[in-house]
């Protein structure tokens, strides 16, 4: 169980790409892990990643971090997050929370919820779930749920 805030570290830190004896997470919130299924806590975690690091791709594992934020409100995590994502990786971060205007784009990773205006054209990935107005694009992955005005054009 990591802190609520502060300093963890895993004690049983091995230096290797196998699972395990590591703390673990996704980096910038992107990757293939599912997170759902590990409670209702989100928590943002600086890491050095000169300090114990490795990329398990889909995951990372690492020996220690800062714990920034724990909250059970996703949309308040993901919004300090994106504070500090890279813009070139904006558009591949997981479990994004946007509600928007009308004639926006929005590309998000998997696991997101999207609400959107008229005239939208949204991207993301699978699990999502989507609210958009008339006239909208929306491209999602596999076991999207999908409610979108008149006139729209939907890929699935």
Not at 135 to 150: E, F, P, R, V
């Amino acid at each position: 169980m990591y802190p609520e805030k502060g300093y963890v570290e895993a004690l049983d830190w091995k230096n290797s790409d196998e699972c395990g004896n590591g703390l673990h997470g996704l980096e910038w919130g992107i990757g293939s892990y599912i997170i759902n299924d590990h409670g209702s806590m989100w928590q943002i975690i600086k890491v050095d990643k000169n300090n114990g690091y490795r990329d398990l791709c889909g995951k990372v594992k690492f020996k220690c971090g800062e714990v920034i934020l724990s909250t059970l409100d996703q949309k308040e995590a993901m919004d300090l997050l994106m504070k500090y994502v890279p813009i070139e990786l904006k558009s591949k971060v997981n479990y994004q929370v946007v509600y928007s205007e009308a004639s926006l784009v929005i590309n998000c990773g998997f696991c997101s919820i999207i609400t959107s205006g008229f005239y939208s054209t949204i991207t993301s990935g699978f699990y999502s779930t989507i609210t958009s107005g008339d006239w909208s694009t929306i491209s999602t992955g596999y076991n999207s749920t999908i409610i979108s005005g008149n006139n729209s054009t939907i890929t699935s």
